[in-house]
């Protein structure tokens, strides 16, 4: 085993889209598990939107990396050393965001979760067995309260969460299309089971297109994007449309000056419609409802994700990342820890 | 009695603010009531803003008025003559909308509901025991979900539905912050039992105003305005807010281009805010549970409204109407009907 750690940790705040020189690479021994910990060695980290409201200094729904922290992150983990009764040496182990882009993280039992590879792989855990399938989850079922027969809109319809919303409002017996931005990208909505699909790269008029394919509005919108497709969306509402507002990852290069554009107040008045917040972290005491039925219908063949996993290890995370926030990978994404001497 | 009808016909629809030209006063004969219809004598007519909204080619929740066709509004009357069991002569009778701007109008039993002066004063009852008080009611209480302690935060405070909204969230045992457009209004805030009261026509910055009044940021917002207002409130959201779209009556000149400004879905995200755009219509069902509660408080000296009455008769309807999406009006305001030869 390695007698050293590397992390990536935070220089500066980004000013508009992050560069790779927002991080450091750093090596500093490995640490030491106090009473109850565990010393956990990376296997795969995760890579996700929500990372960029943390490297902000504006307000968020919690705390960010300081310059000079290690940057956030999930990951999937081997126990390398348990101080803990509940969990053993070799065990694999996941947690949601509590890692950091680091080898190695010593943490603490309430932070993790057992991870079992007989029902699912390893990626699984860090996606539908874990945040991703939470939020696409809690943000149909609880935030946006899909019906059966509801017109669900998507946008990034083929990232981590994305995928789910489109699989879940199918299993729900909704009507669902898919905003995404290659035709590869449309192709994967199609296998996924999404009714329609829509390429806002190429689309001239995306809300036309959008009146096309939902003549009926919109009753349901998850949005992951903000941004120019919320914009087309807004002008197709469904009354009593409900909108999840779970991402801005159009606004990643824009944390710093206001998002000027159309604001559709009296659209949404007209339709009586409803634009939620969400963030899964609100509904803690309820995941093992969502892990017991994403479970179930990965079991049942109906969940189907696509994974866009870096080989490369510790020293592509700051790549892949960038990669996700200019909208260039496909499906959700990993970086795999490469083996350590 | 006269024998003549004058009604105010849409001319054409307002581009921007609507112009006393858009209307022309016609003359025609009193229209006869048919089987179970009543024939009623205007005694004052309602001036408000969702009128706006009604003079559009633009969709809305309701039917439009069409290019010469009779100005929508609601009116308190006398029945002249009833061909209905469940009305007599003389009786007074209040529509919500049905009424329009005319001297008379044939209305079926199924619009109107009876008017008993000895529970409230005739204005009374296009106002707090009509429509205004059913949509502050459910718009606090349905829509927003008030809780006691909350910061409640009310756009045109001293409008028809503002002052009620102030007066409820009161009862209802929250901290309420009057947002309007003078010092005489801001003083009958206080009167009103307000915490605090904003002049968003002074205030240099509305947004750090409302973030010295709401340290712990605010908790509801009922919305009468959208525009500035609204974007000064959304920089100092609380967490899980509410906000109460009930009207837009900022954007009166702007119903033919977009609204562009600064879009907060950001902060909406991170204060897992809900913005409801609310229409009254949709709690129907439920109004006798409002009437009863209102009829209560303001029986317990707890409801006080200030009504600006125009005792011009008919002709002054246009200009009472251009004085209210100007904002020159203070207090619920309607137009009283002359004597009529």
Chains 1, 2 share one sequence.
């Not at 008029?205 to 087309?232: Q, W």
Request: aromatic residues 10%.
């Amino acid at each position: 085993m390695s007698s050293t750690n590397r992390q990536w940790k935070l220089t500066a705040y980004p000013t508009g889209m992050p560069q790779a020189t927002n991080w450091d690479l750093v090596e500093c021994p490995i640490p030491k598990p106090g009473a109850n910990e565990l010393l956990v060695q990376a296997l795969y980290w995760d890579v996700a939107p929500y990372m960029r409201g943390r490297i902000s200094p504006k307000k968020n729904y919690a705390t960010g990396v300081s310059i000079g922290d290690v940057m956030v992150s999930g990951a999937i983990g081997k126990v390398i050393h348990s101080n803990s009764p509940a969990f053993q040496t070799d065990e694999i182990v996941v947690t949601d965001m509590g890692f950091g882009w680091q080898d190695f993280a010593v943490l603490s039992p309430a932070n993790i979760r057992r991870v079992d590879p007989t029902i699912a792989p390893l990626p699984c855990w860090l996606d539908f067995m874990g945040i991703n399938g939470l939020t696409a989850y809690f943000g149909l079922v609880e935030a946006a309260v899909i019906k059966p027969g509801d017109t669900v809109v998507v946008s990034a319809a083929t990232g981590s969460v994305g995928q789910l919303v489109g699989q879940i409002a199918k299993i729900a017996g909704c009507r669902t299309i898919a905003i995404t931005s290659s035709e590869d990208k449309i192709n994967w909505c199609r296998e996924l089971g999404y009714d329609e699909g829509l390429n806002y790269r190429t689309e001239p008029d995306l809300a036309a297109a959008l009146g096309r394919v939902c003549p009926d509005g919109i009753d349901v919108f998850f949005d992951n994007t903000s941004g120019p497709i919320h914009d087309a969306v807004l002008q197709n509402l469904a009354a009593h449309a409900r909108i999840t507002l779970c991402g801005t990852v159009s606004l990643a290069d824009r944390f710093d000056e206001p998002d000027i554009g159309p604001r559709f107040l009296r659209q949404i008045l007209v339709a009586r419609a409803r634009i939620q917040g969400f963030l899964v972290l609100d509904y803690q005491l309820r995941y093992p409802e969502a892990w017991q039925r994403l479970t179930h219908w990965y079991n049942a063949g109906l969940i189907n994700q696509k994974y866009d996993i870096d080989e490369g290890g510790l020293t592509n995370l700051p790549s892949a990342f960038l990669r996700l926030l200019n909208g260039q990978k496909f499906g959700k994404q990993l970086v795999k820890a490469l083996p350590l001497n």
